[in-house]
């Protein structure tokens, strides 16, 4: 057996840790024998905790929507939640290329919609077109904090990238001193120098969020944003060219559309039109407007004629270019707090997670 953090039910919105239980007797321990061809076996060095881990385990995701969640754990078949990790593989499956026994990696395993097994484990089993290689002078700690960042920020980059060919537009990143929008900031400060960068945080993140590089910041507390921008006499131009959105809900969609440059800008979220996906299930009209919203009406608006302002979700399943790009930057999010594999620590990070009070990305350390 090995040593893991698992469930036996579905717990409640918000209950997830009334659920969680660690211990070293139930799961057995992965060895290479279960591998498939196309399969690697990871010693677990570190995990990072989530939000959409939290909504995957008790059934959350995206709302509730049905396609997105994790089988439905039980006793017999226990859940072992998470997705982000870094570790050593310790045996590759016959037809993997890329990986060598002994190789450090870090990368993710997806729970919704493929339904792979969680990392919040002492070993798992990965697929390898969502690893990468650990560079030498990362850490375990630091490769398990970068994984959602960069897979996301890494797909909002890339969308982001045709429209700043020039290097000098405006964009706008909400939840800029978020995990994701940290590392949007300073991989786009990094690639374009001349970018005017505007942060939209509160106004206790605002020396951080202009130390990684925004050139001026708005706090999402003084109103819309779009009555700042339009009422400020220091912009001389109040359009944006992009605006990358890691926060979500209508509210923003709604602020976006008017302070976007009406027949070339570029909106890229990653959440789409509820804030806070995943605190509430959605009846089936409210998941219907969602999809709808999100995904539909944004493929429809981008075919039609004429010059007009583009709509995208960022939803990656593996690396992109952006990806690889931000880690030859080393683009580092920051971390708020590293704890060790124990019962306690863990259901503390989780809630904490969970309330969106994280200011920086929790991280397990195996190795602790």
């Known amino acids: 057996m090995m040593k893991a953090a698992y469930i036996t039910s579905r717990p409640d919105i918000g209950k997830l840790t009334e659920h969680l239980q660690l211990d070293e007797t139930t799961i057995p321990t992965l060895t290479a024998s279960e591998l498939k061809p196309n399969q690697v076996l990871i010693h677990v060095k570190a995990f990072s905790i989530n939000i959409d881990d ?3 385990a008790q059934g959350s995701m995206l709302g509730g929507i049905g396609i997105a969640q994790a089988p439905y754990p039980t006793k017999s078949n226990p ?5 982000a990790y870094s570790g050593t593989i310790q045996a590759v499956g016959s037809k993997v290329t890329d990986f060598l026994k002994g190789d450090r990696v870090f990368g993710f395993n997806a729970q919704p919609f493929l339904h792979e097994m969680g990392p919040w484990a002492e070993r798992t089993i990965g697929n390898p077109k969502n690893l990468l290689k650990l560079p030498n002078n990362f850490t375990f700690v630091q490769g398990a904090a970068l994984v959602m960042p960069l897979v996301v920020a890494g797909d909002m980059y890339d969308l982001a990238v045709p429209s700043v060919a020039m290097g000098t537009e405006r ?3 909400l939840g800029a001193s978020g995990g994701i929008g940290s590392v949007l900031v300073q991989a786009l400060r990094k690639k374009f120098p001349k ?10 993140s ?8 925004a050139n001026s910041t708005i706090d999402y507390n003084k109103g819309p944003i779009h ?5 400020s006499s220091a912009n001389d131009n109040s359009n944006f060219d992009v605006i990358l959105d890691c926060v979500g809900g209508y509210d923003y ?3 976006a559309e008017k302070i976007l440059a009406p027949r070339t800008g570029t909106f890229i979220t990653c959440t789409g039109t509820e804030q806070w996906i995943g605190d509430r299930m959605f009846t089936r009209l409210e998941a219907f407007q969602y999809l709808w919203q999100t995904f539909m009406v944004p493929l429809i608006y981008n075919r039609l004629p004429g010059k007009h302002p583009y709509y995208y979700f960022a939803g990656p399943m593996t690396f992109g270019e952006g990806s690889r790009m931000i880690m030859e930057q080393k683009t580092i999010p920051g971390i708020e707090k590293v704890i060790p594999f124990e019962e306690d620590a863990l259901k503390s990070a989780i809630n904490l997670v969970a309330a969106h009070r994280a200011k920086g990305k929790i991280v397990v350390n195996l190795e602790a």
């Open 79 to 83: 859940h072992v939640p998470g997705s």
């Open 227 to 231: 009555v700042t921008v339009l009422g």
């Open 253 to 255: 969609y709604q602020s």
């Open 195 to 204: 970018l005017h960068i505007v942060g939209v945080c509160s106004s206790k």
């Open 206 to 213: 605002n020396d951080f969020v202009m130390k990684l590089g």
């Open 171 to 173: 964009v706008m990143v």
């Open 54 to 56: 939290v909504n995957v």
